[in-house]
C-alpha cells in the first residue's frame, strides 16, 4: 500500500509542472558599435549595475533585459523597437542612445502603449514626442541654464559660443544665451560646426576675432578633447578669453584623455564622478571594477537611475500593462548616486540637482569637482512652453 501511495506521489509530481517566475522582459535599444558606442557601453554597464547591486528579481518577477544594437541610427532603432515589442513581447523600450533613435521610436512607444525609458539623449523635445516617454538622465536646458545664469552673475560680461549643429546642441546655444543675458551679461556670437567631421580651427579663429570674455562650448563626447586641444594649439587660453563648457564636454570617460588641458574649465552638470557621497563612492568603485577601470559618466548614471525608475515602478505596480506601469513612474523619488531626484509628473523629465563644477587634479586624476549647488532643477524649456 505504501509502495503504491508513494509511486502516485512521485507521478503526480512529474505529471504536475513547476511553476515558473513570471518574467519582465525590458527592450534595450542603444549604439554598442559606430561612432556613439561608448554610449551604449557606458548606459548597458550602469543598467548591469543595477541589477548586481539589487538583483535580477522584482516584485516576485525575474527581469531580463535583451539588448539590441541600433548604432545610434533612428531608422535601425524604430525597425528594432518594433521586433521587441511584436516578438519578444516586452514591456518596457529603454537606453535610446541618441536623439534621432528617440523621435524615430517615440511614436512606436506610444502606438503600442509602453513605457520608453530614455537614459541617454539630452534633447528636452523628446518627452514631448510620446506621453509614453520618461527620462531618467538630464535635459541640455537644465544643466545650461544653471551654468548660464552663475557665469554671468560671476563677473562674466561677454561670451561667444559654439555648439554642435544638431537637437542638444542648439538647445545648449539657447538655453546658456537665455540666461546668460537674463544675468546681465551678452552673447555677442553665437557660432555652429558640423555634427559629422567638424573642423574647429576658423570657428576658433572667429570666436577670437570677437575677443569675448569667454566662449562656451558644447560638441558630442568624442569630438571633445580635439576641440579643446585646438583652443590651447591656436593660443587662446593665452588671449585672456576663458573656456566654459557643458558638463558633457569634460565627460569623465574621456576626461583622461583630454588631459591638462582641461585644467579650471568650469561646467554645469547634474553629475561628476568626484560627487562626495557615500553612495556615489560606491557606485564609481563597483562601476570601474565591473568594466576594467572604465569611469562612470552621466550616460552610466543614467541607465543606472533608468533601471531603478523601471523596478521601482514595477515594485508599485506590479501588472505588466504599459499605461499602469507609466502611471507608477510619474512623481517617483529615490537618491541617486548623482544625489536626489524625481519624475516630474507633469512632464515626466527628471527634477534633479545641478552642480557647477571646475576640473582640478586630485591624486594624480582628473575630475570635475564641484563647488555650487542649484537644487530641484526642472526643464526650462518644459515651462518655457506652456
Not at 67 to 82: E, H, N, P, S, Y
Not at 268 to 297: E, I, W
Amino acid at each position: 500500500m505504501f509502495r503504491k501511495l508513494l509511486v502516485s506521489a512521485i507521478a503526480l509530481m512529474i505529471s504536475v509542472p513547476a511553476i515558473a517566475q513570471e518574467t519582465i522582459k525590458i527592450g534595450l535599444i542603444l549604439p554598442m558599435t559606430g561612432p556613439f558606442a561608448m554610449i551604449g557601453r557606458e548606459v548597458q554597464a550602469g543598467v548591469q549595475l543595477y541589477l548586481a547591486h539589487n538583483g535580477e528579481a522584482v516584485a516576485g518577477k525575474k527581469v531580463e533585459i535583451i539588448l539590441r544594437d541600433d548604432t545610434g541610427v533612428g531608422d535601425i532603432g524604430k525597425r528594432i523597437a518594433q521586433e521587441l515589442i511584436v516578438n519578444d513581447k516586452v514591456s518596457v523600450i529603454a537606453g535610446i542612445g541618441t536623439t534621432p533613435s528617440a523621435v524615430a521610436i517615440a511614436p512606436v512607444a506610444t502606438q503600442a502603449k509602453i513605457p520608453m525609458v530614455v537614459m541617454s539623449p539630452s534633447t528636452s523635445a523628446i518627452t514631448s514626442m510620446s506621453p509614453f516617454a520618461v527620462r531618467s538622465g538630464f535635459t541640455g536646458p537644465q544643466v545650461v541654464s544653471v551654468a548660464g545664469d552663475y557665469f554671468a552673475k560671476s563677473g562674466i560680461k561677454t561670451a561667444v559660443t559654439l555648439v554642435s549643429d544638431f537637437g542638444p546642441g542648439i538647445d545648449h546655444e539657447e538655453w546658456f544665451k537665455k540666461t546668460f543675458e537674463a544675468g546681465g551679461g551678452k552673447v555677442i556670437a553665437t557660432l555652429r560646426s558640423p555634427f559629422v567631421n567638424p573642423e574647429f580651427s576658423p570657428f576658433l579663429q572667429r570666436a577670437a576675432d570677437e575677443k569675448p570674455q569667454a566662449l562656451f562650448i558644447f560638441v558630442p563626447t568624442g569630438q571633445n578633447g580635439t576641440l579643446m586641444r585646438q583652443f590651447v594649439e591656436r593660443g587662446l587660453d593665452k588671449t585672456g578669453i576663458k573656456l566654459l563648457a557643458a558638463g558633457d564636454v569634460v565627460d569623465e570617460s574621456f576626461l583622461d584623455q583630454i588631459g591638462d588641458v582641461a585644467l579650471g574649465v568650469e561646467s554645469g552638470f547634474h553629475y561628476s564622478d568626484a560627487h562626495p557621497s557615500a553612495l556615489n563612492q560606491k557606485f564609481v568603485a563597483d562601476f570601474m571594477k565591473a568594466n576594467d577601470g572604465l569611469r562612470p559618466n552621466m550616460m552610466a548614471v543614467g541607465g543606472y537611475d533608468g533601471m531603478a525608475l523601471i523596478a521601482k515602478a514595477l515594485q508599485k505596480a506590479p501588472a505588466s500593462n504599459g499605461t499602469v506601469l507609466l502611471e507608477a513612474m510619474k512623481g517617483l523619488s529615490w537618491e541617486s548616486p548623482r544625489g536626489p531626484m524625481t519624475i516630474d509628473p507633469e512632464t515626466r523629465d527628471v527634477i534633479q540637482d545641478v552642480y557647477m563644477r571646475r576640473v582640478e587634479k586630485r591624486d594624480g586624476r582628473l575630475v570635475n569637482a564641484e563647488f555650487a549647488t542649484v537644487k530641484s532643477v526642472k526643464d526650462p524649456a518644459k515651462a518655457a512652453a506652456k
